[in-house]
């Protein structure tokens, strides 16, 4: 899953959607999708072909007073398959909570759309030991929110913040480590949803490390920013994704 962040212009949006076109490969048993900035929802709809429409954020609210915001309605009527919810940059710059973020997560569900939960930990929460109570946490709250039939269409996303957009991803073994953690936990609450739900991994993927990454055990897809603006890069780390199906 490509998120376009608050990149791109209506040109350069077209080049890329010509591009994913062209990657799009409906025989393949990956989905791909990608997240696209709002006011394009309508361009990428109607342009894109075999990719699934995401969008970056959305509104806990149904409708009324909230300028700015976006509602699950709006985004069901331009097909969105995919929301995000807990991006740590929204956590980070407009303080969402975990509260808030569960709150979205059941609105996104409850529409009928898949929502692509963001959780992750600081530099310095990893290096002070907090990893797992941090992620614990954020993962309590979420299913605290929502019911089992809601929780079957959510994808976990495991963004290490340090990881997002520095060029330097977690190593191979961070990663499975914490994917294992994150399934383990979900255990806890839920056998059957732990050994069903998908558990992506975003942060600095690209064609060069997609390999490694998405060939590890509990990892099942991408969420990848920088590179998903390249449609070259982000059709290698497609093919690195099909290659996973293959083998399986
Ligand atoms: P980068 O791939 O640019 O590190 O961004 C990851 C991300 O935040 C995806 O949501």
Redesign the pocket.
Known sequence: MG?W?MNGSLLTIKTLCEALNGIADTSAHVDMAVCVPSPYLFYARTNLKGVCLGAQNVSHHDDGAYTGEISTSMLKDFDCQYV?AG???RRALYAETNVEVALKAKKITDAGMTAVV?IGESLDQRLSGELEKILFEQIRVLFSYLSLKALANIVI?Y?PVW????GLAATANQIQDVHAFIRQTITKFNENLAKNVRIVY?????PSNAAEILALDDVDGG??????LSGKDFGEIINQAKRKTCLR
């Open positions: 998120n962040k995000l991006h740590s940059e963001c996303a963004e990881a997002i957009g520095t975003g942060g600095s993927l690209k969420l990848i920013g920088g590179a998903s």
